[in-house]
């Protein structure tokens, strides 16, 4: 299976930080967000991968490499203007094949293992939920017995995690678009299935989280004997 780490966005609520650094090479914890996503996609056996950039895209380029350091091979998507987080993937969809991929936004962080993902998935979609965090206490999508629907209470929140057929995508056009739309379109189709992930993630949207999530990192880090 291979993956992509989407990674064009502009971070405008990030600024200053990302008026000259790509959000994905901000370091939390001694290390660029980036780089959790790719160590922990090899860590799981998924090495092809595929990178989107727009906005100071070939920084991204330059730190990253063709991902031999990390064991990985990386290629990319490279688009003039960001095409949001829909067009973006369409986009890529010829270095990403014709089988169901994984796809994780690259300003995200969690401990979520990726061979916890099945191999398989029936339907168009498959989300990541997680507990609403207190910037977004209203969620996004329901769960219930493991098929995602746009509607109804206790919501979830989405992580950013999916795995995506590019049958997904057979109606779209070159552009700019959304993802969420089409998947409440394949909601209401019952086709998406998700699965309830309890363990640490934070989006790393404004610089206060990103700080509130590298002090934590560091402190959780093992001090180091002798």
């Avoid at 992509?4 to 008026?19: N, Q």
């Avoid at 010829?94 to 169901?100: M, S, T, Y």
């Avoid at 910037?135 to 929140?157: I, M, W, Y």
Wanted: net charge negative; with cysteine; aromatic share 8%.
């Amino acid at each position: 299976m291979k993956a992509m780490i989407l990674a064009a966005g502009r971070g405008e609520r990030m600024r200053p930080l990302t008026d000259h650094t790509p959000k994905p090479l901000l370091q939390v914890g001694g290390q660029r967000l980036i780089e959790y996503h790719i160590k922990n996609f090899v860590a799981a056996g998924i090495t092809e991968l595929v990178i989107n950039h727009a906005h100071l895209g070939d920084q991204i380029e330059a730190f990253v490499g063709d991902g031999s350091r990390y064991g990985a091979s990386i290629l990319y998507s490279v688009e003039a203007q960001a095409l949001e987080t829909g067009g973006g993937i369409f986009n890529a969809l010829p270095l990403l094949g014709g089988a169901p991929f994984v796809v994780v936004n690259g300003d995200v962080w969690s401990d979520y293992a990726f061979q916890s993902l099945p191999d398989s998935i029936a339907g168009l979609a498959h989300l990541v939920l997680v507990d609403n965090p207190e910037h977004h206490p209203q969620g996004d999508f329901c769960l219930r017995d493991n098929l995602v629907t746009a509607a109804g209470e206790s919501k979830l929140t989405f992580s950013g995690i999916s795995i995506l057929r590019p049958e997904l995508f057979i109606d779209c056009q070159a552009g700019a678009f959304p993802l969420a739309p089409m998947l409440r379109q394949a909601m209401q189709r019952g086709q998406v299935t998700g699965e309830h992930y309890t363990g640490a993630w934070c989006d790393v949207g404004t610089p206060e989280r990103l700080a509130e999530l590298d002090q934590k990192l560091r402190q959780s880090e093992p001090e180091q004997v002798g």
